[in-house]
């Protein structure tokens, strides 16, 4: 992972457990497992997650429902339309992590369940300085609370193809979007018309 994600520096030979992060390489899908396995561990350990919009498949939405410990808000009238807000690590495969003690060694992460390896800069792990993971808690924080219209995957000016409704197959421009519906712009017999769809009966052309 190169410095260009966010602003890892060389790790200071005497940091303080206040004022840097340690910066952890995680497996495949596997952030909140190894989140589990470390917090368990008694580090304190942070994994941003970035708020997206995706309109689930009918099986997977069944499953997401009634998964324990798994949240997604719904937006739109029906199950068959709804547009779930679903969570994602915000830089995949990376988490940060800090010791909460100063006699608590680094060396244990590496070994940790779901954890691939800690980022190195030569010899010593690189370090992340507190201040910049309170700017990325800020940004997931302002992600967290954006409306729907705000993050929607789909935006003014965005080509669209219509499914699910007598227009199925046709193509139309994004004029608004709105909590629960997308106005298009269309060209019919020749004249612009509005309409106004739900977010399930939309796709990427």
Not at 10 to 30: C, F, G, N, S
Request: proline share 9%.
């Amino acid at each position: 992972m190169g410095a260009s994600h966010f602003d890892v520096v060389a790790a200071d030979p005497a940091p303080t457990l206040a004022t840097v992060w340690y910066v952890a390489h995680t497996k495949p899908r596997q952030e909140a497992v190894a989140l589990q396995q470390l917090q368990r561990q008694d580090f304190e350990v942070y994994l941003p997650l970035f708020k997206i919009y995706k309109k689930p498949r009918k099986a997977a939405a069944a499953r997401v429902a009634s998964a324990p410990g798994r949240t997604a808000a719904r937006s739109g009238p029906s199950p068959a339309t709804a547009v779930l807000a679903v969570h994602e690590p915000m830089f995949p495969r990376y988490l940060f992590v800090r010791p909460t003690r100063p006699t608590q060694s680094l060396s244990v992460v590496r070994s940790t369940l779901g954890v691939s390896r800690l980022v190195m800069f030569g010899q010593q792990p690189a370090t992340l300085a507190d201040a910049a993971v309170q700017r990325i808690r800020q940004a997931e924080t302002l992600r967290e609370t954006a409306p729907l219209d705000a993050i929607s995957p789909f935006q003014p000016g965005m080509t669209v193809q219509i499914q699910n409704s007598p227009l199925a197959g046709v193509q139309a421009l994004v004029h608004a979007v709105s909590k629960d519906r997308v106005t298009l712009l269309l060209n019919i017999l020749g004249r612009p018309q509005t309409v106004q769809v739900k977010f399930g009966q939309l796709v990427l052309p």
